[in-house]
């Protein structure tokens, strides 16, 4: 068994646990190549269906090429798809100046609305520990309380694949299957497994973007490289972050752990 195979492996029984535990469970799809890879692997762990709801956070602001694969994709996928959005923080005027207030009305609060409305218990996510220091933080199963809060100084300990997955009375639970998947893990699986992806990421007159959102959080990074072989030869090389390119990552820490403190994904 390859280093692949141990992270599908593990994965695939992260997500099965949360699903034996929870009956409200839902995957939060961005349409980036992590959520996206964790929608591929929710399929595999159960033959091909994805017997849960598949929830977007629609902030108005994605690449029109996001909505394209989104629609395309959950339809292909035959998912349940549920789209939330902060209707009155964008009536509002709601904007992408300031990063705390936009991330927080747009992305955390409609979260709270979507939870609200469906009850969801449970909540798979994509994000992985090599991200950004403070996500090395998380717990495969992570409690939020009832005002969304995560404390991250006080996590439940996770000891020879043995997790926590109860949650307080008043809260729900993050559960993050790749948290130990790196960038490129995410790419070398996403070349044997055949999964497709948006083509945001691939060079177009040398430029790429190598973690996507938010249209008005996200630049380009000069890239001549056009298919996943060229993206894993450029990361193999590269000493650049990997959301150097997202607005809220070019802030100072404090920010940062601020958002994940008050519930931002």
Known sequence: ????????????????????????LAVLWSIGKDSTT????????????????????????????MYK????????????????????ALDAGMTCEKKLDCCNALKTNALKMAIAE????????????????????????????????????DQ???????????????????????LGWTEVDIWRYLKREQVPITDLYFSKQGKRYRSIGCTTCCNPIESNARNIDEVIEELETTNTSERAGRAQDKEDTYTMQKLRALGYM
Not at 38 to 61: C, E, M, N, Q, Y
Not at 69 to 88: P, V
Not at 156 to 178: G, M, N
């Open 38 to 65: 964790l929608v591929w692997l929710v399929r595999k762990a159960f033959f091909g269906k994805v017997p849960f709801p598949a929830l977007h956070i629609d902030t108005s602001f994605k690449f029109p090429e």
């Open 156 to 178: 439940p300990p996770e000891l020879w694949d043995q997790y926590k997955s109860q949650a307080e009375e008043k809260t729900h639970i993050r559960v993050h299957p790749l």
């Open 118 to 153: 469906h009850g969801f218990e449970a909540l798979l996510l994509g994000i992985r520990r090599d991200e950004h220091g403070i996500r090395a933080k998380e717990r495969y199963f992570s409690p939020r309380d009832e005002s969304f809060q995560w404390n991250y100084q």
């Open 69 to 88: 694969f989104r629609d395309e994709y959950s339809k292909k996928w035959g998912m349940d798809l549920k789209i939330t959005m902060n209707k009155a």
């Open 1 to 24: 068994m390859d280093k692949l195979d141990e992270l599908e492996s593990q994965s695939i029984y992260i997500i099965r646990e949360a699903y034996y535990h929870y009956k409200k």
